[in-house]
């Protein structure tokens, strides 16, 4: 039977014919979907179909699509004013008011907020800061930044040098010099030497490139405190202690990159504080607006401020969307959100259940190595050996496999190779867990069956 063109082939054909997407792959992108309507955690396609989001957008849409109280935010403050400069001389009551909340709930000795459209963004800013803050401290040959093998820190030029997932390089390199990566601490397949704990000996991987390079040459280590797009993987408890411990010994910066684990995701309103540490630096973006307006920004830590401020030359980093006003008043208003529905909780009591019923589901398939995850994000990686952790070749497309499976029973996420990735928003009900994890079996088993 010839196939009938339905309303979303229509809308593909013609976003075909003039649109480039992020991650472009025309043969991808054929079989899209185009979205009309999200209500909660569920997205409806062009055809009137119903899907689960079971990554909230891209890691971002925490409170869920059709957040009436959102858009009502940003139509008041764009009635009032939409735009002003955010450059020195000029600001804004909601950048204002958005920086003292931001100083009310985030780490204690981060109390300064610069404030950009998003997580690259945040990232370059980042940098940015951390070079200056060692020029200004009389050491200017401090400007390596480390970062972990499958971390995620954004494409922009230099966010993309500290982006440790390889498939982002190949056409457009060559890379920024200046940027040195580390294995990641990922408990399922990290090989500690004998006698020293999994974490220690991970962290211990910072401390020799350190040497390596020079301590006076490293201006700062860059980690995710769960690496979201390299696999969701999270690291043992002794890791982080270790690695703030290494960096106050060689004077090194510590940027938590919480673009994805902020707001309440892991069950902590900042993901650091799972393991008591507190970073330097701590970059934002994706949840402070639940995706509603493209915001981000970073904080600095008072030691940091007080660098900038004592100086007298002029920080000259700049963004013409910086500290946005309609953006700081939706940030305001999902701020309120987060707090007044307790996100944290609900993360750890969902992320719980999920673990559970993945678990429950799918720990006894021969072909799945391992589930793991850290408050309302998880993942599931497949194997082609489970006693020995043998990857399946690529080439047999596993993951991908499983994603288009998923898709057709109506379930939207992403894969990192073999490793499906499940974030939902965290205000998804209990049915639509068990719903993602039924659907999440049987594309694993249409899969698998065949292989």
Not at 279 to 290: E, G, L
Request: negative net charge; proline residues 5%; hydrophobic residues 40%.
């Amino acid at each position: 039977m010839a196939h009938t063109k339905t309303k979303n082939d229509t809308l593909i054909t013609r976003d075909r014919a003039h649109l480039i997407h992020p991650l472009h792959d025309d043969a991808f992108h054929q079989h899209g979907r185009v979205w009309i309507e999200g209500d909660g955690a569920l997205l409806t396609d062009a055809n009137g179909r119903q899907y689960i989001d079971g990554l909230a957008g891209l890691w971002n849409v925490t409170a869920g699509h059709g957040r009436h109280e959102l858009a009502e935010a940003m139509h008041v403050q764009a009635n009032s004013l939409a735009y002003c400069s955010g450059y020195s001389g000029s600001s804004n009551v909601p950048a204002i008011t958005l920086a003292e909340r931001l100083s009310e709930i985030c780490y204690p000795a981060i109390n300064h907020f610069f404030f950009t459209s998003g997580g690259g963004e945040a990232t370059d800013s980042s940098i940015k800061m951390a070079r200056s803050h060692w020029k200004l401290q009389g050491q200017p040959t401090k400007t390596t930044v480390i970062s972990r093998l499958d971390g995620y820190h954004g494409v922009t030029f230099a966010a993309m040098s500290a982006t440790g997932l390889s498939q982002y390089w190949p056409l457009f390199e060559p890379r920024m010099p200046g940027f040195v990566h580390i294995p990641s601490p990922n408990p399922y397949r990290y090989h500690a030497p004998d006698g020293v704990s999994q974490g220690i000996a991970a962290a211990n991987e910072l401390e020799r490139v350190i040497q390596r390079e020079g301590a006076d040459t490293v201006a700062m280590f860059i980690a995710e405190p769960v690496q979201g797009a390299g696999g969701v993987i999270v690291p043992p408890d002794d890791y982080f202690p270790r690695i703030r411990e290494i960096c106050n010994q060689y004077d090194v910066l510590l940027v938590a990159d919480e673009v994805i684990t902020g707001f309440g995701r892991t069950g902590k309103l900042f993901a650091l504080n799972h393991w008591n540490v507190e970073p330097d630096i701590v970059q934002f973006a994706k949840a402070i607006t639940s995706g509603y307006f493209p915001f981000g920004g970073i904080g600095i830590s008072d030691t940091l401020a007080e660098t900038q401020r004592a100086s007298n030359q002029p920080w000259m980093h700049a963004y013409t969307y910086s500290a946005h006003p309609v953006g700081c008043a939706t940030a305001l208003r999902t701020l309120q959100i987060v707090k007044d529905e307790d996100f944290s909780t609900q993360a750890t009591s969902k992320g719980k259940s999920l673990l559970n019923l993945l678990t429950t589901a799918l720990s006894g398939h021969p072909l799945v190595g391992d589930i793991r995850g850290k408050g309302l994000m998880c993942a599931v990686e497949l194997v082609e050996n489970k006693s020995t952790k043998q990857s399946f070749p690529a080439r047999k497309t596993v993951g991908l496999q499983v994603q288009q499976k998923a898709l057709e029973r109506g379930l939207v996420s992403r894969v990192k190779g073999d490793s499906y990735l499940l974030a939902p928003p965290i205000v998804i009900s209990d049915e639509q867990l068990e719903q993602t994890v039924e659907i999440l079996s049987q594309a694993i088993g249409d899969v698998t069956s065949t292989l």
